[in-house]
């Protein structure tokens, strides 16, 4: 079988029929033929056969119709001819998800509809959208309009250590933008998971609103990266009623059963001093300010799953070691094991393991294959834990992506390999194939406006790639570029 044929992800089982060639690529979409057909049994799932001069589709239900026209336009463009076959193919994991941080930087509804666009060439099926952070606050939200009129804007961006641009910089999306990017998304089978980020990175909203912290004092929204010591207070009721009428907003916005919230890099220095928060530990039997935080997002978790909506948090929150069973686990840096630990007793997790899947670490640092070549099923995973691993995400943070071409740098071919992951058996997977198919669908990427970076860049073998590690490794030695535990501001 030539793979080359074929596109990204790998479909998963394939035979060719013949040695015919049957249909010149200027075959049209409308000239495909579609069926329905339960015994398919996933509803991702599809089959495409090419024979007699046709192209049937079946599914068993329209986002495998859909995901079967990605795999034909991949297969099609620039293609003089299709050989006559039949695919059969499926996902290997129910969740496959990109996120963009919108908070650090701003992109606009235009450039977010050309990452779903390619996003959804590759059969990645989550959008989780930062939308709340020490940088920013980027959506509408009615009952507290000083989210927006005083938390979207900064005083400047100060990011590279060497230049503070000096510029206010600010953005949020209207309920109906974000209505427009849910529709969007919805129309190719993609859900959208908002990330309302709490108890920590919440400097935007504690600027609009300083009551929200348990020092009360003024402060701005962060022109910087790093961690910040002022976070939501868990000891005032009035800061519960704040997140939940927020959430009442969010739940109202996006048709998702998830919520993201957070739970990330919540320093508890200013818990452990508070007299609001040290209350409510000894009102609840609290030893120490991580299970406060413990009792924080399981009475947000309670709050959701009263309304139907599952909440995700970071790995950080299961530090607390009393955080409901309900909630996801999204596992980026979890040095205890406790992400594997919750898989292993039941519990679901995504994978975004940071030195994998974080795509605004440089090429030279993350390459291509490194990314490409992660295993999200760890050997720590018992079988039954490896049945609670709902998938993988790529996660572009945009502290240092301050425009759209360096998005579309920092995110393409990477989350297409991660998709890839997501979609295809491990043993159908290859990263050298894998880049000769992804090389092939890039006429297709940059028709919808994503230019990926440069072949040059994939590779740690490459000259770039190498003289992009040694750059980032002098710079790391001195800079927030790496997430660091210990930045805390
Ligand atoms: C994270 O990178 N703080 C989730
Ligand atoms: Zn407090």
Known sequence: MDETLFCVPNPNHACRKGEGVYLTASYRPE???????????????????????????ESAA???????????????????????LCLCDEPVFPYRGFMIDCARHFFTVDELKKMIDAAALYK????????????????????????????SRRAGSHFNREKNTGEEYGGFYTKDQIREIVDYCTQRFIEVIPEIDIPGHT????????HLSCTQEAIPVRICGGIFRDILCAGRESTYDFVFRVLDEVIELFPSKRIHIGGDEAPKDRWNKCPHCRAAMEREHITDAEGLQGYFMNRVIDYLTAKGVRATVWNDALKSGNLKNGATVQMWMDRGGYSVRRANRGGQVVVSDFSHYYMDYPYGLTPLEKTYNYRPLVPELTFAGEKNILGVEGELWTEHVPDFARL?????????????TGWTRAERKNIYNFERRFQKSIPLLEEIGVTPAPLGEWSPRGLAGRLGAARFFLRSINADTVKNQLDIK
């Open 31 to 57: 000239q495909v033929k579609t069926t329905r057909d339960p015994a398919i049994g996933h509803p991702e799932g599809y089959r495409i056969r090419i024979q007699h001069g046709e192209i049937t589709v």
């Open 408 to 420: 579309c740098y920092q995110a393409y071919p990477r989350f297409a390999a991660i998709a890839e």
């Open 124 to 151: 990645l099926n989550k959008f989780h959208w930062h939308l709340t952070d020490d940088q920013g606050w980027r959506i509408q939200i009615d009952s507290f309009p000083l989210l927006t009129q005083i938390g």
């Open 203 to 210: 400097s935007a909203a504690i600027a609009a609103y300083p």
């Open 62 to 84: 329209p986002a495998g119709e859909f995901y079967a026209f990605q795999t034909l336009r991949q297969m099609m463009h620039g293609a003089r001819a299709l050989p006559e």
